[in-house]
């Protein structure tokens, strides 16, 4: 069924986005077990897509034109996007946002964790746990009847409560039949405002919380966004079904 251009799913194929997104749980869990002091950002590409591959799925990120890596990899200030490499190496201290995307027999998921390597500063912890929150926050606003506005809202309120600021230029998105659908979903905005969420919305809600400003910039190599006053970043990420008993969390 199509509202707005927007195909919402059918109990089935919400089972199906689950299956995707229990992969991906896995990886993420896999990751945490791991000592990431040390290690290339380009070598947990590679962990993560021989994870994908043995699970027989493959990565929806290279399914994006001009991307060819399994991940994006985004460090302290680099807010989303960071293409790994193996001139970059993890060090104690930073926080480390890992975004991974999952196609199987078709149907797509996307999460994001963000990862404390080795000790990290008190401000970088209450910056991820504020992200972590933050995401609780506007994915409790998906029920059937509430507005799109009332995700972003509850976002941003809570985000600019704790002295911290969303950003803007990068969105969440309906996903399923494929990485990027519509509706575009702002992690800011107005409650009661927006489309009205139906049963059967399937989407990703990707909020990138900052230590500083909201302001981002993108490097020469087209894809990493930093923040422009080179403080924090940090952002979580999970792909929900709004269903009749409310949100679902399909990549948990």
Known sequence: MRIRGIRLKTPEDIRRIRESGRI??????DISSLDLKGITTWELDTIIENSINRKKARPAFKT?????????ISVNSEVVHGIPSR???????????????VALNGFFSDSCVTYRVGRVSEAARRLCDSAMEA????????????RLGDIGGSIQEYVESRGYSVVRTFTGHGIGFDLHE??????????????????GLVLAV???????????RTLEDGWTAVTEDGM?????????????RGPVVLTE
Not at 137 to 145: D, E, K, Q, R, T
Not at 182 to 199: A, D, F, N, W
Not at 232 to 244: D, G, K, N, P, R
Request: hydrophobic share 40%.
């Open 24 to 29: 991906l749980a896995g990886i993420f869990h």
């Open 64 to 72: 994006v034109a001009g991307y060819s890596h399994s991940s994006c």
């Open 87 to 101: 001139k970059k190496i993890l060090r104690d201290g930073d926080i480390v946002k890992v975004d991974i995307g």
């Open 135 to 146: 995401l609780s926050l506007g994915i409790s606003a998906m029920v059937p009847g509430n």
């Open 182 to 199: 519509q509706p575009v979903v702002p992690h800011y905005g107005t409650k009661g405002s927006g489309m009205v969420l139906r049963e």
């Open 206 to 216: 990707e909020p990138m919380v900052n230590q500083g400003g909201a302001g981002v």
């Open 232 to 244: 924090l970043s940090a952002q979580y990420e999970h792909t929900v079904a709004i269903t009749e």
